[in-house]
């Protein structure tokens, strides 16, 4: 008996015979092997659409995974500016010397009210010092160290002190050398965020800088807390 045979069968077998389509009809021709072939065909017509399905998947899965490790990536390029930032938030340090040109005394004074103003500024990062007041104002708590040196020529008073919010912490004084003086002094403080660090005169002292900055001021962040 012979089978049924699909429309898809016959177009195949059609499509595959071309011109032999005179020969179907020769007796000669096992038509149950031919559609044997022609399912064979259609299988395997069908395991490749399957596996063009299957790879069209696969691309799809691909491009959204690499779509994710895209937004990923910009995640965490952020997060490393973002640490980067941090990280340059909390370097501080600064360093500067009295006179911004030339060479000079400062004082005496017989009443000194108002810190002393180190002009040549060398290095402000993070901003904390201020080179119109020649206040030193600490950005974020932490621990610093600071330090100045003062300098004077012979016959009178040199005498500085470092103050924390007004308050001496440390001091320097020579007095009436017979040559030059020089005198330095440092101090490792505790310092909350807008704690305030400058130096100060004496009452009847002087300093003396050039360019070659003698009388200077600086500090830097040991330790954010």
């Given at each position: 008996?012979?089978?049924?045979?699909?429309?898809?069968?016959?177009?195949?077998?059609?499509?595959?015979?071309?011109?032999?389509?005179?020969d179907?009809?020769?007796p000669?021709?096992?038509?149950?092997?031919?559609?044997?072939k022609?399912?064979?065909?259609?299988?395997?017509?069908?395991?490749?659409?399957?596996?063009?399905?299957?790879?069209?998947?696969?691309?799809?899965?691909?491009?959204?995974?690499?779509?994710?490790?895209?937004?990923?990536?910009?995640?965490?390029?952020?997060?490393?500016?973002?640490?980067?930032?941090?990280?340059?938030?909390?370097?501080?340090?600064?360093?500067?010397?009295?006179?911004?040109?030339?060479?000079?005394?400062?004082?005496?004074?017989?009443q000194?009210?108002?810190?002393?103003?180190?002009?040549?500024?060398?290095?402000?990062?993070?901003n904390?010092?201020?080179?119109?007041?020649?206040?030193?104002?600490?950005?974020?708590?932490?621990?610093?160290?600071?330090?100045?040196?003062?300098?004077?020529?012979?016959?009178?008073?040199?005498?500085?002190?470092?103050?924390?919010?007004?308050?001496?912490?440390c001091?320097?004084?020579?007095?009436?050398?017979?040559?030059?003086?020089?005198?330095?002094?440092?101090?490792?403080?505790?310092?909350?965020?807008?704690?305030?660090?400058?130096?100060?005169?004496?009452?009847?002292?002087?300093?003396y800088?050039?360019?070659a900055?003698?009388?200077?001021?600086?500090?830097?962040?040991?330790?954010?807390?």
């Amino acid at each position: 008996m012979l089978r049924k045979v699909s429309v898809l069968q016959v177009a195949l077998l059609l499509c595959s015979w071309g011109g032999r389509a005179q020969d179907f009809m020769l007796p000669d021709v096992n038509i149950v092997t031919e559609l044997g072939k022609l399912k064979n065909l259609e299988e395997r017509l069908k395991t490749q659409e399957e596996t063009l399905q299957n790879q069209n998947i696969l691309v799809t899965l691909l491009k959204s995974s690499v779509e994710e490790l895209t937004r990923e990536n910009g995640d965490l390029k952020m997060k490393v500016e973002a640490l980067q930032n941090k990280s340059d938030a909390r370097n501080v340090a600064f360093s500067a010397s009295l006179l911004a040109s030339g060479s000079g005394n400062t004082g005496p004074f017989s009443q000194v009210t108002s810190p002393l103003i180190y002009k040549k500024v060398f290095t402000n990062y993070g901003n904390g010092y201020d080179p119109i007041t020649g206040v030193f104002t600490a950005p974020l708590k932490g621990v610093y160290y600071l330090r100045f040196y003062a300098h004077c020529h012979g016959g009178t008073k040199m005498a500085v002190s470092l103050y924390k919010n007004d308050k001496v912490q440390c001091s320097v004084f020579s007095l009436k050398p017979e040559n030059n003086a020089n005198a330095g002094n440092g101090i490792v403080l505790t310092l909350e965020k807008g704690d305030r660090i400058y130096t100060k005169l004496w009452n009847n002292a002087w300093l003396y800088d050039d360019e070659a900055s003698y009388t200077s001021f600086g500090g830097f962040l040991i330790v954010p807390l």
